[in-house]
């Protein structure tokens, strides 16, 4: 954040020399920098982790001695932990110490999830061990919410994550029942990330919206390997298709807008690199997991290369600069990747790169045809 804030300062008084600003004006947005607040500073990446590891020896030297302390002494230990550490982040949040409470909260959610498991142990309560794990991320969502803590949030979304795959893994009553058609998705994923998502939109901490965007993606790609065959490939590479077309005419229909609308871009950018990613990995998958004929090889390699090179494009167009790099890695990897496929047939080899590069010259056609396009179009509009 210190890099931006540096840059935009120097190009501030560039702005200024060249009278394209007013002295007023550069003064009221330093003003406006400076009061910004700065991020979390290593002070307080520090007390995080400080807070993480004395969460864990905590842990540890209570497992160690567990069997020998009385089930009272047990309790209150649990339990005073607890609210020992809420109000110790009450305390500092008074001092307007926030980094350091938000590491209090975090340490209170340790805690937490400590006690659940240890008060499962101590009472021989036997159940689902995945719910143990859900109990704690929604405790971890109500500190989040509560107490507005984007530390809170972030550890419950890892938790929903580790709650979810565990599900998967093990299967439950939430809809787990097999590895057959559509009754292997894990739904109840969904609400809880929304959840989430709404604490993190509350909150205005975006790259928290990120993460949940991140574990949504994930999940996503994950359900395409619970269906036999390829079906559930070709769902996720359907439904990231779609979600890269919906965020492309969104990001088309507001660009150049103010406020609302350059918001919508912004959501939209990053919208369209989590469809990019479910989209290519279910392609991925199709092409170099399954077993495919050569035409059908072939088939999947152009509709690939055909949506990193308009992803690509689309990117530079619209200044999704994210998006752009996303595509420029996947075509790499896929490049790579065919050859790696084909490397035992050099008739198969040049076919293959033979068609790609028919393709790829095509596509670079139709997006130098559609640039001059716009180019007359915005000349005849400011004429």
Not at 52 to 66: C, D, E, P, Q, T
Not at 351 to 374: C, D, N, P, R, S
Request: proline share 2%; hydrophobic share 60%.
């Amino acid at each position: 954040m210190w890099i931006s804030r540096r840059r935009l300062a120097e190009d501030l008084a560039r702005w200024r020399a060249n009278d394209w600003v007013t002295a007023e004006g550069e003064s009221h947005v330093r003003h406006d920098l400076l009061e910004r607040g700065a991020g979390p500073g290593l002070p307080v990446v520090l007390g995080i982790l400080g807070v993480v590891l004395l969460g864990f020896a905590a842990m540890s030297f209570v497992a160690a001695n567990w069997q020998d302390m009385p089930r009272l002494l047990r309790l209150a230990m649990i339990f005073s932990g607890l609210f020992g550490a809420y109000a110790a982040a009450a305390g500092l949040f008074a001092r307007g110490l926030d980094g350091f409470a938000h590491a209090a909260i975090l340490l209170g959610i340790a805690v937490f999830g400590a006690g659940i498991m240890l008060i499962a142990q101590m009472y021989h309560i036997e159940g689902h061990p995945p719910d143990a794990v859900l109990l704690w991320a929604m405790g971890g969502l109500a500190a989040g919410i509560l107490l507005r803590s984007n530390p809170a949030l972030a550890a419950a979304t890892v938790l929903f994550g580790v709650w979810s795959c565990w599900e998967l893994l093990g299967g439950s009553v939430f809809g787990i029942y097999g590895r057959e058609g559509l009754r292997a998705v894990h739904w109840a994923l969904l609400p809880a990330a929304a959840a989430v998502a709404v604490g993190f939109a509350l909150n205005r901490w975006w790259p928290g919206v990120h993460l949940v965007g991140a574990l949504l993606t994930g999940w996503l790609i994950l359900q395409g390997y619970l269906f036999h065959g390829d079906l559930g490939h070709v769902v996720v590479a359907l439904t990231g298709a779609a979600v890269v077309l919906g965020a492309l005419y969104v990001s088309r229909a507001s660009k150049g807008g103010q406020g609302q609308e350059a918001l919508m871009v912004d959501w939209a950018s990053a919208i369209l690199g989590y469809g990019l990613i479910a989209a290519f990995s279910g392609l991925w998958a199709m092409q170099f997991f399954l077993r495919q004929e050569t035409g059908a090889l072939v088939l999947l390699a152009a509709l690939t290369l055909a949506l990193l090179v308009v992803v690509i494009h689309q990117g530079l167009m619209l200044g999704h600069r994210g998006a752009v790099w996303l595509g420029y890695v996947g075509f790499s990897a896929e490049i790579f990747a065919l050859y790696v496929k084909t490397v035992g047939s050099l008739a198969g080899s040049s076919l293959f790169f033979l068609v790609a590069g028919v393709i790829v010259i095509a596509l670079a056609a139709m997006a130098w045809w559609l640039h001059q396009a716009e180019s007359r179009h915005a000349a005849e509009t400011l004429s």
